[in-house]
């Protein structure tokens, strides 16, 4: 079949199967920009939804509260003073001498000496914690509860 847009000579076929032909040319053009229609309505919604789904992905992993439940605390729990024991004040810390090896040095030594690589960190803070812990005291930055 042509039509005016292939021939301009064109004359339209004026029998009823030359207009049902054309109704029905017409109605699948309709057909097809009506589907081309819905699949770019769809593509737009599946965007906007992809950006919802992130932007929750993102939201539950920077909410603290959530994440504390997932790990197993539960939200009715709270933290009190009394169970997490007394922070020692700085003063406290710098005072109090700890044992290293069975022997009692006084703060500043012992601090010394993890800076110059004579004691590790972690053996430092573990005989501070418990040096602490005998006068009801924790140590800086943490919170396991006292003994």
Known sequence: MNDYQDNPTYIPDQTLLGQALHRARVAEQ???QAKQDA???EAIERAKQEEID???E?????N???QAQRMGFSPNRF???QSVGMIAPPEVVASTPVRFNGIE?????ARDMVTYGQWDAAS???ALAEALALHGYKAPGSFQKAR
């Open 39 to 41: 699949l770019v309505a």
């Open 105 to 109: 040095v006084s703060g500043q030594q």
């Open 30 to 32: 309709a057909a097809n």
């Open 58 to 62: 993102l939201s539950v992993q920077n």
């Open 54 to 56: 992130r932007a929750v």
């Open 64 to 66: 603290a509260q959530l």
């Open 124 to 126: 430092y803070q573990k």
């Open 79 to 81: 933290v009190s003073s």
